[in-house]
């Protein structure tokens, strides 16, 4: 079966690291996705990509960075990470833009101490 | 500016029935989504809605009204295992997705 799957599940780094997490999708999707939750807000989107080479800034993108090299991977960097940066981040993928539902991954944990 | 508002909390009994309303203010409609995520897991897919009615899948329906801005998932029997967080989401006219921040649902035996 086709799937998503982020790596680590869970991370603690200090202030100021270079962080990179994972996401591998089987499902052979041009769209991926890299959203952050934090309780009390609903999904926020922080980079997004319609295919090879293409990355665009979403609502909270200030102090992220993707890149994508191949349709199966969308790594997210945490340039100098802050603790303003704790927080739950799925990445996701969709057949289409315009109808298709997005598919998680199961999301890594993120602490910045 | 957009936004999606839905409530907080919702609590009901076991084999009952609860409706979880959505209202949203957005920069366009295409479509709206209903996602379920279970504590500490990855949101999955409900429903979709893009015209206005009811669509009925298995115990869960849902229901759009684009002139009101309005959508609610209709939960019938519910299980212990519907305890849960629903999220709703618009899709903007430039087909962002917009989401609500959740109802977490709390079922009582």
């Known amino acids: 079966d086709a799937e998503i799957t982020q790596s680590p599940r869970h991370k603690i780094t200090e202030t100021g690291r270079q962080v990179t997490l994972a996401c591998h999708q089987t499902?052979?999707?041009?769209?991926m996705f890299w959203y952050r939750q934090d309780l009390g807000h609903g999904l926020r989107l922080i980079h997004y990509?319609?295919?090879?080479?293409?990355?665009n800034k979403g609502e909270v993108s200030d102090g992220y960075s993707v890149s994508r090299s191949n349709t199966e991977d969308l790594p997210l960097t945490l340039e100098s990470a802050a603790s303003s940066q704790t927080s739950v981040y799925f990445c996701?993928?969709?057949?289409?833009?315009?109808?298709?539902?997005?598919?998680f991954g199961n999301g890594t944990r993120l602490t910045v101490t | 500016g957009q936004n999606i508002d839905q409530p907080t909390e919702m609590t009901a009994t076991e084999g009952a029935i609860v409706q979880i309303n959505c209202t949203y203010q957005t920069s366009g409609f295409n479509g709206l989504f209903w996602y379920q995520q279970h504590a500490g897991e990855a949101p999955t897919f409900l429903s979709y809605n893009v015209l206005d009615g009811l669509e009925e899948k298995g115990r869960f329906s849902s229901f759009l009204s684009r002139s009101k801005g309005y959508s609610y998932l209709l939960l019938k029997e519910l299980q212990m295992k519907d305890s849960a967080s629903y999220l709703c989401a618009v899709r903007d006219s430039n087909y962002q997705l917009i989401w609500g921040a959740g109802t977490k649902l709390i079922i009582k035996p």
């Open positions: 996701a993928s969709s057949e289409t833009v315009e109808m298709s539902p997005l598919h």
């Open positions: 990509s319609y295919g090879v080479q293409d990355t």
């Open positions: 499902w052979n999707h041009n769209n």
